[in-house]
């Protein structure tokens, strides 16, 4: 299979990089200015917020990187050859804990947030908060890991070609 792909390879890591880089960004930012810029503000305003955010974030944009990440760095694996594909076949494997990472820690707890109801509805925003502030930037700075060393793997292996 990789002389099929082999003429794709360059093309399949440039693009594995850059929907990589753009997942690591956007985690990233939520860690390092958005998840702390919004422990400032009130219970009403936080599970607002995330409410919001966790309806609009699905959306083509950011689903073409997100699910393309590790699509396209798992099809540049056997685009390439020797100690370069290690580095892909890594790369890959850390985008794919990100998206794990994500279905099984943040979507249910963006699930579990938007379950408590509208704001102007839901009994005790502190507790709603409580039960997801924390324990989402956690997970969140894990995808942000996975994700940023997925993007190191990948570059390392386009210099390795």
Avoid: K
Avoid at 46 to 67: D, R, T, Y
């Amino acid at each position: 299979m990789t002389d099929t792909l082999e003429p794709l390879r360059d093309l399949l890591l440039t693009a594995a990089v850059v929907l990589g880089a753009l997942q690591a960004g956007t985690y990233y930012t939520w860690a390092s200015g958005v998840m702390p810029g919004l422990a400032r503000v009130d219970d009403r305003t936080f599970v607002h917020a995330m409410q919001q955010v966790n309806v609009a974030i699905v959306n083509p944009v950011f689903l073409a990187s997100f699910v393309g990440a590790p699509v396209v760095a798992a099809l540049a694996v056997p685009a390439t050859t020797g100690t370069a594909r290690a580095w892909v076949a890594a790369g890959a494997a850390l985008a794919v804990a990100t998206v794990v990472v994500t279905g099984a820690r943040n979507i249910p707890l963006n699930n579990a947030l938007d379950a408590a109801g509208p704001v102007h509805e839901a009994a005790d925003l502190a507790d709603v908060r409580r039960g997801f502030e924390a324990p989402w930037r956690r997970w969140n700075v894990v995808r942000a890991l996975t994700s940023t060393a997925s993007v190191g793997c990948l570059a390392w292996a386009a210099t390795l070609v």
